[in-house]
């Protein structure tokens, strides 16, 4: 977690939620399918403007070292770890992190979404699960190399009914932790979980296999599926 979400506010949206600044020019930004290297909006400060920007960042963080920017994505030695260490930040070492702690200490973002997708295996093989919240945005960090910004999604251990479905899980921040993420001197508080009444009022939801192709998008990857499946006591299929 997490490698694929959805985002389907338009920049206009976006601009009003966050009170930020719109350096988009009204681009597209409606995407179900969002994979690793896809251009997404994210909200930042922007130091020559002390305030909030919406802008368009490639999901993927760049360390600032690499001579290629497609180490944001993939590294030929190990691709799939590469992959998972640069488009996910984990909280329990972000702050350490020779890739991660500047952009903690320094460059912290809102991820705008509707809701991410997890896989898990079942007797039939895999299953999809779409959580989602109207109101979602995942903590993140941004970076620049030459002209390219990039951006991680900050990952913490699942809790509640999520962790039935992967261990890991992105860090929500409630409208109420906003400006603090964007702004305050940086601590382990930070990184604190949402608390489990808001957890409780995500939705967990099965779909159907189409999502895990990165060519497919539309509203009907996040249609719920009778999937029929249950994990410990928990049942994961609620709709």
């Known amino acids: 977690m997490c490698g694929r979400y959805a985002t389907t506010r338009s920049s206009a949206d976006l601009s009003r939620l966050f009170e930020a600044f719109d350096e988009t020019e009204g681009a597209d930004t409606v995407d179900y399918n969002v994979a690793p290297t896809d251009k997404v909006p994210i ?3 922007s130091a020559d403007r ?3 920007v919406l802008t368009a960042a490639r999901w993927g963080l760049v360390p600032p070292w690499a001579t290629d920017p497609r ?4 590294a030929p030695s190990k691709p799939a770890k590469s992959l998972r260490a640069l488009i996910n930040a984990r909280a329990e070492t972000v702050a350490t992190s020779k890739v991660f702690a500047s952009a903690f200490e320094r460059r912290r973002c809102l991820v705008p979404a509707d809701g991410w997708y997890e896989w898990t295996r ?3 093989g895999k299953q ?4 989602n919240r109207e109101d979602l945005t995942m903590g993140g ?3 620049v190399k030459g002209d390219l910004l990039t951006f991680s999604v900050i990952t913490l251990p699942a809790r509640g009914a999520l962790a039935e479905v992967h261990d890991r899980m992105p860090l929500l921040l409630p409208p109420e932790r906003w400006s603090d993420w964007l702004s ?4 382990d508080d930070l990184l604190t979980p949402a608390g489990d009444d808001y957890l409780s009022t995500i939705e967990i939801r099965a779909v159907g296999p189409a999502v895990g192709d990165v060519r497919n998008d539309g509203p009907g990857l996040i249609d719920p599926i009778e999937a029929g499946l249950l994990f410990g006591s928990v049942p994961i299929t609620l709709r």
């Open 141 to 143: 960090i941004w970076g």
């Open 43 to 45: 909200v930042r400060v």
């Open 50 to 52: 002390e305030a909030r």
């Open 128 to 131: 999809a699960f779409y959580m």
């Open 71 to 74: 180490s944001g994505s993939r």
């Open 184 to 187: 305050a001197t940086p601590s």
């Open 122 to 124: 079942s007797p039939t």
